[in-house]
C-alpha cells in the first residue's frame, strides 16, 4: 500500500492503495466516481478513458503509481455545474451522440481533448481523435455531428 | 383496436431531448457495474470446458480455503424443491447448472458459482475447481450436423424446420428459361454491446430480486419462477440502466439472473456477477451462422418465375430462441418480390457451440443476404442492371407476398429506389468507375457500387403478438402527471423518450407531464419483451391507447372537456381526490385483418413491414485486399418517424453493425467455443471505418401503429452485407458468397481457393467464379 495525492477533477485526494492498482479502479471504488466504465480491460474500447495531465488515457492501462501529483480529468468535470452542460455534452444532447451511454463518458473526454487541442477539428480530424473509442450503438455518425457542431455554441 | 390518426402534435415527429441524457452525459447513469449493495459479494462462474461430456464428479482443490466462500451447484436447486431449468420459450430446454451424471452440451455451461467478498479471490478458486468429465462426441460443424453421424439432439439434430410453400415450383423449374443457383455463408457475429452481462441479486424477505442489464424483465422474471418454484409476487425484476444489449441481452440474463439468485439465497447476502469481456463473448449468444442455398428459375426478361431456398441455422447445443430465429429468417428469405411459386425449408441444427441467439434483425439479415447476393449473380447472368432485375418483381400494394400475405402498406419500391439511387450518384458513379476502368487495367483500388432491396416484419413473427398479449398501463400520479407504465426496456434506442412522446400527444400535454416508469416487475405490467422491432410500434401503440383510454375517463367523470384541452393536472388531481385511483390499461389486439396459419406457415405474418433500399460504394485494395466502404446511403419507408434524431441514429448504427457482419466480425471456433473472444481479436468498426451514412425516410403512416408508427429497429440490419458485397463483385468480377468478406476471403476469390493459406481456408466453398452454376 502506498499513499498517493493528486488531483481529480480540481479537487485534492489522497488515497492509499497498491501502486499497481488500475487508476480505474481508484476512480470508481476508492473515489466514488463511476463515469469512467470498463468495457474491455485491455486498452480497446475506450470506455475508462481520462485525462491525466492534460492526455488522455485509458485508465485501465495506468496504473495509479503513475498518477502521484497528476492533474486528473474524469467525465465528472466537465459539467460547470449541476444546471449546465459543458459545450460538448450540450452537442452530444442536442445531435444524438448518446445512445446507451456506456461509451459516452470517454466518447465525451476524447472529444474534448481533442478540442481543446485543435480548436477548428476535419471531419478527418475527429475520425482519428475518436478512434480508439468504441461505440456500438451510434455508427459515430451522430458523435461527429455533436463534436463538429459544439464549436458552433462555442 | 382503433387506427391511429397521423397527425402532428406537440411531440411526435419532433427530435426532444433524450430523456436519460443528462445523466448519461454526467456520468451520473448507474449501470449494474456502478451498483453496489449493503454487504453484497462478487460472484464467478466455472464453466464446463469440454464441448460434450457427462459430468462425473466436481473436485474442489486442497489449496483454497473452501469455508470464506459460497459455492452453488445444481444439487442446491434440487435440495430447495426448486427445478434445475432456464425457462424461456419451452420450460426444459438449458439446465441452470449442469449436474453430475448430467451431460455436458457446449464448452461454456455453468457448472459452479462461487461468491466472496474480495473479488480478487474468485478466480484462485475457480482454478482450484477440478471437473472430472467423461467425454463424449461433439458436432463441432454445420456440416455435421446435417450429416447426423454424432446426434446431439433429437433424433436428428434437427432443433425445428419451417416450410412455405406457394404455387408449384418444380412445375416452373421444368419451363424455366433461366435457372441460377449459389449457396451463401454467414459467420456468426458478436453483439458486442460495450457494457458486458451484469446481474445482482438479493432476497427481500421472501422474494427472489434481481436488478442488471437486460431487455426483457419479464423473461428473467419466468426463469426466476420456474428453477426457485415461486409466483410473481415472489419473483421481482428491475431493470438497470443498460449498456446496449441489439438482441444480445435478450436471453442470456435469464441464466444470469437465476445465478446471482441462487447465490443470493446460500449467502444470505446480495450477490454481483459481472462478466468481463472474454466470458462474455466466449459464453454468451451471437448471431446464428447460416448457410442458404438458393435456386432461382426466371424469364430472360428477368422475371422471376420461381424460388426454392433452403435456409440452415446453426443453432448451438440448446433450442433457446433458435426456432423464432428460424421462422423469421424463413419468412424473410424470399424478400420484397411478387414471385408466383416459392418454396422455402428451414431448418435450425444443433451443435455443440454455445447456443445461438438474438441479434439485431433475428435470421432475416441472413436470409435477406443470400437472396440479395444470388439476384445480383442473377441479373449478371441476364444481362441486367441490378436494379433493373428488382424492378421487374418488387411487390406492389395490393401484391402478395411469399406466404400469401396481401401487402397493405402504401409502399412504391420503384420510388424508393428511385430515390435510393438519385441520393447515391449512381448514374454518375457508375459512368465515373466504367472510365476509371477503361483506363487502367490493373489499378491499385478498385471500386465498386451494390445496393439490396429488403422488408422487414414489424413486432412478433405470426401468432406471436396474440401470445404475448401485452398489457400497457398509463396512471395518474398525485402531482397530477401521468406515469407510463411498462416492461419495455430503454437499452440506448429511445424508448423512454419515444413512450412520452406518444403519451404527451395523446393526452395532448407537454412531455414535462409525462414520467416513464422504470421498467420494474413489481410496477409494471408485462408489455412483452424489448425485441422485434416492436417497442415503438406494438407497445408505443398501447401507450397511444391506455393514454386515451386515461383521457376519456376523465372526459366521462366531468373533469375534461370533451372536445379538448382542459387542465390534466388538476383533472388527474381532482379524480384522485374524489373518485380514487386513476389507472388506464391497453392490451394488445391485432389488426383486424391480420390471419395466420402457423401449421401451414401461411398468411400475415406480420402486421405491416417496413421496406428498405440500401446502396453501397466499396473499395478493394488491390495489394492488401481489403475492402472498405466509401459512401452509404440508407433509404426506407418505415411509417410515421416519431423522433427523427433517434430514428436516425438506429439506421446509422444498424448500418454499421451491418457493415461490421460483411467485412471485419469474424468469430473464429476452436473446439466449439470462439477462440478470439476479446475485443483486440475480434474486429469491429471504429470512427475511421464507417463512410459517410446518407439516411432518407419515406413515410407512409401505418393505421395500426401510433401516430402511424412501424418497426425500425431491426431493418438497418438486413441491407448493408448484401449491399457491399454486391459491390465488392461489381469492383472485383467475382462473386463473394461468404461474410465477412476479410482479406483473406477476398484474396482466396481472387487468387484461386486456399491462396490465402490463411483462416479464410475452405473459403473456396463460398467463391463463385464471374458465371453462375447451374444455366437451365
Redesign the interface.
Known amino acids: 500500500m502506498s499513499k498517493l495525492e493528486f488531483s481529480v477533477n480540481g479537487r485534492a485526494c489522497t488515497v492509499e492503495v497498491h501502486p499497481m492498482k488500475r487508476l480505474l479502479d481508484v476512480v470508481r471504488d476508492d473515489l466514488g466516481l463511476h463515469g469512467a466504465k470498463e468495457g474491455c480491460g485491455e486498452g480497446e474500447c475506450g470506455a475508462c478513458a481520462v485525462e491525466v495531465d492534460g492526455r488522455l488515457v485509458v485508465s485501465c492501462l495506468v496504473p495509479v503509481g503513475q498518477c502521484a501529483g497528476a492533474r486528473v480529468r474524469t467525465v465528472e468535470g466537465l459539467a460547470p455545474d449541476a444546471a449546465t452542460l459543458s459545450k460538448v455534452q450540450q452537442a452530444f444532447l442536442q445531435y444524438g451522440g448518446a445512445q446507451c451511454g456506456i461509451c459516452t463518458p470517454g466518447m465525451l473526454m476524447a472529444a474534448t481533448a481533442l478540442l481543446d487541442k485543435v480548436p477548428r477539428p476535419s471531419e478527418a480530424d475527429v475520425r482519428t481523435a475518436l478512434a480508439g473509442n468504441l461505440c456500438r450503438c451510434t455508427g459515430y455518425m451522430k458523435i461527429f455531428e455533436a463534436v463538429v457542431r459544439a464549436l458552433e455554441s462555442a | 383496436m382503433l387506427p391511429s390518426r397521423a397527425m402532428t402534435g406537440k411531440a411526435v415527429g419532433r ?1 426532444v ?2 430523456r ?12 449494474v ?2 451498483v453496489t449493495m449493503p454487504g453484497m459479494l462478487h460472484g464467478a462462474t466455472v464453466r464446463s470446458q469440454v464441448a460434450r461430456g457427462r459430468l462425473r464428479a466436481i473436485h474442489f482443490g486442497p489449496e483454497v480455503r473452501w469455508d470464506e466462500y459460497v459455492v452453488v451447484t445444481a444439487a442446491d436447486i434440487i435440495a430447495a424443491g426448486g427445478v434445475n431449468t432456464v425457462a424461456l420459450i419451452v420450460d426444459h430446454d438449458q439446465p441452470a447448472l449442469v449436474g453430475i451424471g448430467d451431460i455436458i452440451a457446449h464448452r461454456e455451461e455453468p457448472v459452479v458459482l462461487l461468491a466472496h467478498p474480495d473479488p480478487h479471490a474468485l478466480e484462485p478458486a475457480r482454478r482450484a475447481i477440478r471437473l472430472e468429465v467423461e467425454p463424449l462426441p461433439a458436432v463441432l460443424t454445420l456440416d455435421d450436423a446435417l450429416a447426423a453421424r454424432t446426434v446431439v439432439y433429437g433424433e436428428d439434430n434437427v432443433i425445428k424446420s419451417y416450410g412455405i410453400d406457394k404455387g408449384d415450383v418444380d412445375a416452373a423449374f421444368a419451363a424455366a428459361e433461366v435457372v441460377s443457383e449459389g449457396v451463401y455463408e454467414t459467420g456468426a457475429q458478436e ?6 452481462n451484469g446481474m445482482i441479486g438479493a432476497l427481500e424477505g421472501d422474494v427472489v430480486t434481481v436488478w442488471g442489464s437486460m431487455q426483457c424483465p419479464y423473461y428473467v422474471q419466468k426463469g426466476l419462477m420456474k428453477c426457485f418454484g415461486v409466483g410473481p409476487e415472489r419473483a421481482r425484476v428491475v431493470q438497470l ?6 438482441g444480445g441481452k435478450e436471453e442470456y440474463p435469464s441464466i444470469l439472473g437465476i445465478h446471482v439468485a441462487l447465490l443470493a439465497r446460500k449467502a444470505g447476502r446480495p450477490v454481483r456477477i459481472l462478466y ?2 472474454g466470458e462474455d463473448m466466449a459464453a454468451t449468444t451471437k448471431r446464428h451462422p447460416s448457410r442458404t442455398r438458393v435456386r432461382s428459375a426466371a424469364r430472360r426478361d428477368g422475371t422471376l418465375t420461381a424460388l426454392d431456398i433452403d435456409f440452415v441455422l446453426d443453432g448451438g447445443a440448446y433450442a433457446t430462441l433458435s426456432q423464432v430465429v428460424l421462422s423469421r429468417g424463413t419468412i424473410h428469405a424470399a424478400g420484397p418480390y411478387s414471385v408466383a411459386n416459392v418454396r422455402v425449408r428451414g431448418r435450425a441444427m444443433a451443435t455443440s457451440t454455445p447456443p445461438h441467439g438474438a441479434f439485431r434483425g433475428f435470421g432475416a439479415p441472413q436470409s435477406i443476404f443470400a437472396l440479395e447476393r444470388h439476384l445480383d449473380e442473377v441479373a449478371h447472368k441476364l444481362g441486367l442492371t441490378p436494379e433493373a432485375l428488382r424492378r421487374k418483381n418488387f411487390v406492389t400494394k395490393g401484391g402478395e407476398l411469399a406466404t400469401g400475405q396481401l401487402v397493405r402498406d402504401d409502399i412504391d419500391l420503384g420510388a424508393l429506389l428511385g430515390s435510393a439511387l438519385a441520393l447515391a450518384d449512381w448514374e454518375r458513379k457508375r459512368t465515373d468507375i466504367a472510365a476509371e476502368r477503361a483506363r487502367s487495367g490493373a489499378p491499385l483500388r478498385r471500386r465498386g457500387l451494390g445496393l439490396a432491396t429488403f422488408l422487414h416484419g414489424t413486432g412478433f413473427t405470426g401468432s406471436g403478438e396474440k401470445y404475448l398479449a401485452s398489457v400497457v398501463g398509463v396512471e395518474g400520479m398525485a402531482d397530477g402527471r401521468v406515469r407510463v407504465l411498462a416492461s419495455s426496456t430503454e ?4 424508448t423512454q423518450t419515444v413512450f412520452a412522446q406518444i403519451a404527451a400527444d395523446a393526452l395532448g400535454v407537454d412531455m414535462a407531464d409525462v414520467e416513464v416508469a422504470t421498467p420494474d416487475t413489481r410496477d409494471v405490467p408485462n408489455s412483452g419483451p424489448t425485441v422485434a422491432s416492436r417497442t415503438c410500434t406494438i407497445v408505443g401503440k398501447l401507450v397511444e391507447t391506455a393514454a386515451h383510454t386515461l383521457r376519456a375517463r376523465l372526459v366521462a367523470a366531468g373533469l375534461l372537456p370533451a372536445d379538448g384541452g382542459g387542465d390534466l393536472r388538476a383533472a388527474v388531481q381532482r379524480h384522485l381526490a374524489t373518485l380514487g385511483p386513476l389507472r388506464a390499461l391497453a392490451q394488445y389486439e391485432a389488426p383486424p385483418y391480420v390471419k395466420w396459419d402457423e401449421g401451414a406457415f401461411r398468411g400475415d405474418a406480420y402486421g405491416a413491414y417496413s421496406w428498405g433500399v440500401y446502396v453501397a460504394e466499396v473499395e478493394v485494395d488491390m495489394l492488401t485486399y481489403e475492402a472498405r466502404v466509401l459512401d452509404f446511403v440508407a433509404a426506407q419507408e418505415v411509417g410515421r418517424v416519431i423522433h427523427p ?2 430514428a ?2 438506429q439506421i ?6 451491418g457493415i461490421g457482419w460483411a467485412l471485419y466480425e469474424n468469430v473464429v471456433w476452436r473446439d466449439g467455443v470462439m477462440s478470439n473472444n ?3 481479436d475480434y474486429i ?1 468498426p ?3 471505418d ?1 463512410p ?2 446518407r439516411v432518407l425516410f419515406a413515410e407512409a403512416p401505418y393505421p395500426y401503429g401510433p401516430f402511424g408508427a412501424k418497426g425500425i429497429g431491426e431493418l438497418p440490419m438486413d441491407g448493408p452485407a448484401p449491399a457491399i458485397l454486391n459491390a465488392i463483385e461489381d469492383a472485383l468480377g467475382v462473386s463473394i458468397r461468404r461474410i465477412p468478406a476479410t482479406p483473406e476471403v477476398i484474396m482466396d476469390a481472387v487468387e484461386g481457393a486456399g491462396a490465402s493459406n490463411g483462416d479464410g481456408a475452405g473459403a473456396g466453398a463460398g467463391v463463385a467464379g464471374a458465371g453462375v452454376a447451374g444455366a437451365a
Open positions: 427530435s431531448p433524450r436519460e441524457a443528462d445523466a448519461k452525459l454526467r456520468g451520473q447513469a448507474r449501470y457495474g456502478d453483439q458486442l454491446y460495450i457494457e458486458n440502466e443498460t449498456g446496449g444489449g441489439f468481463d469481456r437499452i440506448g434506442q429511445g434524431v433517434l436516425t441514429g446509422e448504427g444498424g448500418v454499421a453493425q476479446r475485443m483486440t469491429m471504429t470512427s475511421e464507417i459517410p451514412i
